[in-house]
């Protein structure tokens, strides 16, 4: 019978590893985001209550008083120019925190978020084909806004930023404190969207049931890889 492994000498942080946030749940998340998703596609297709209320919210949302060079900036910051660079800037510290520390597989977390990255126009293009929801009053372009692409962009890679991040903060407030920051930004991103006209709120709300999937997916890779590389290390 091997014996728990001792604990860290006082002063010495523990590894990233174990202060990596573990998925809770991963089935339930990712039957309640598609079963989420699949309403809203059902009511945009079939022409539900719950469009016709959501074109009512719009029309709300666009007569809000936020100036919009304000609403223009919140919307910018789902573009692929913007959102991207900030977490391939994440990925490239938390990369070199994680080798310069020594830890196992360290590139694993970068990879499983350039994989979440990259899986975000595969998944959001058919959609978009299939669904061919027209976009708002007054949008330039061609039908298929639903779901929204700058609200996917921005959440998965403003919250795979943050999923990498996490572990390499010791306080519980720093990280709580940054997950709310993150939440807030890609609302007020959504928001954006929705004021300036480019997007209806259900395509918002759509793209970030995708974002949620694919970021869940995300930390259910890094944490099964990290566990098997625990059960491989012999017990001290």
Not at 52 to 80: C, I, K, M
Not at 167 to 192: D, K, S, T
Request: glycine fraction near 8%; charged fraction near 15%.
């Amino acid at each position: 019978m091997s014996a728990s492994p001792p604990p860290s000498p006082r002063g010495v942080p523990a590894s990233p590893e174990s202060r990596a946030p573990a998925p809770r749940r991963p089935v339930l998340t990712l039957s309640l985001c598609a079963l989420l998703f699949a309403l809203l596609s059902w009511q945009v297709v079939a022409d539900g209550p719950l469009r016709r209320a959501d074109e009512r919210a719009a029309r709300t949302l666009t007569g809000s008083r936020l100036p919009d060079r304000a609403a223009e900036f919140l919307a910018d910051l789902g573009n692929v120019t913007v959102a991207v660079p900030v977490l391939l800037a994440v990925l490239a510290y938390t990369a070199w925190r994680g080798r310069r520390s020594g830890a196992y597989r360290w590139w694993l977390p970068a990879a499983a978020a350039l994989v979440a990255m990259a899986a975000v126009p595969a998944l959001v293009a058919p959609l978009k084909a299939l669904i061919d929801r027209p976009g708002p009053p007054g949008s330039t372009g061609h039908d298929g806004y639903f779901p929204s692409g700058h609200a996917v962009t921005a959440t998965v890679a403003y919250g795979a930023a943050v999923l990498l991040v996490l572990p390499w903060l010791r306080g519980a407030y720093g990280r709580r404190e940054l997950v709310i920051a993150c939440c807030l930004l890609n609302v007020a991103v959504g928001f954006g969207l929705v004021r300036r006209g480019y997007h209806w709120p259900l395509d918002v709300v759509a793209g970030w049931c995708l974002s949620v999937a694919l970021l869940q997916v995300m930390l259910v890779v890094i944490s099964r890889s990290m566990r098997r590389s625990s059960s491989r290390t012999p017990s001290c």
